[in-house]
């Protein structure tokens, strides 16, 4: 089978309704200033919950270890590990500083995304996006182009945009694709426990 094959059946495969801090800005020739702009003003922000989410990933291992011996301590661990973040995100996003965006709900796929909006983009519109996925505190820089507008008739924005990521590394493919599995993971398990 054809390699491009496999990899657009594999980024059509993965897909998860999710909520992230998102933003984005169009990609014109002013606007792309003031992307760079604003982009400075959050690498702050995106450095320190990059830290955060690559010391999660270091502890993970040994909270899987604490977890077999005690759920209680473990369980413990993960609700101030949850205080921890909580307490991270609320210095970093309500400061005047920075431009983040607060949650909203995304449709989240390994070659796309979808999210509601207020403002109508055109089909081919290309835009630059910063994201932040909880769960695994993954930061994301990327460009997409909109391939689809479609009328929102639930929800907080007027306009539902579809978004075919452009010039993506096959790493941040990865990244997503095992954000979208762990969110997975943690619904089935949620499942089985209720």
């Given at each position: 089978?054809?390699?491009?094959?496999?990899?657009?059946?594999?980024?059509q495969?993965?897909?998860?309704?999710?909520?992230?801090?998102f933003s984005?800005?169009?990609?014109?020739?002013?606007?792309?200033?003031?992307?760079?702009?604003?982009?400075?003003?959050?690498?702050?922000?995106?450095?320190?919950?990059?830290?955060f989410?690559?010391m999660?990933?270091?502890?993970?291992?040994?909270l899987?270890?604490?977890?077999e011996?005690?759920?209680?301590?473990?369980?413990?661990?993960?609700?101030?590990?949850?205080?921890?973040?909580?307490?991270?995100?609320?210095?970093?996003?309500?400061?005047?500083?920075?431009?983040?965006?607060?949650?909203?709900?995304?449709?989240?796929?390994?070659?796309?995304?979808?999210?509601?909006?207020?403002?109508?983009?055109?089909?081919?519109?290309?835009?630059?996006?910063d994201?932040?996925?909880?769960?695994?505190?993954?930061?994301?820089?990327?460009?997409?182009?909109?391939?689809?507008?479609?009328?929102?008739?639930?929800?907080?924005?007027?306009?539902r945009?579809?978004?075919?990521?452009?010039?993506?590394?096959?790493?941040?493919?990865?990244?997503?694709?095992k954000?979208?599995?762990?969110?997975?993971?943690e619904?089935?398990?949620?499942?089985?426990?209720?």
């Open positions: 089978m054809n390699t491009d094959v496999q990899a657009n059946e594999r980024r495969y993965y897909r998860i309704d999710d909520s992230a801090i984005y800005h169009v990609l014109n020739k002013e606007s792309d200033i003031e992307h760079i702009n604003a982009a400075e003003k959050i690498s702050t922000a995106f450095e320190m919950i990059e830290l989410g690559q999660n990933q270091q502890m993970s291992v040994s899987g270890r604490i977890s011996n005690s759920a209680d301590i473990a369980a413990y661990l993960k609700g101030l590990d949850n205080k921890i973040e909580l307490l991270a995100q609320m210095y970093l996003f309500k400061d005047s500083q920075t431009d983040l965006e607060p949650r909203r709900q995304i449709n989240l796929g390994a070659g796309g995304l979808a999210f509601g909006s207020d403002e109508k983009l055109r089909q081919g519109t290309l835009i630059a996006m994201m932040i996925l909880s769960t695994d505190l993954l930061c994301l820089h990327l460009t997409g182009r909109v391939i689809q507008i479609s009328n929102e008739k639930k929800g907080d924005f007027p306009y945009i579809s978004v075919g990521f452009v010039e993506i590394s096959d790493n941040e493919v990865d990244q997503i694709i954000h979208i599995m762990r969110l997975q993971a619904q089935l398990r949620a499942k089985r426990e209720s």
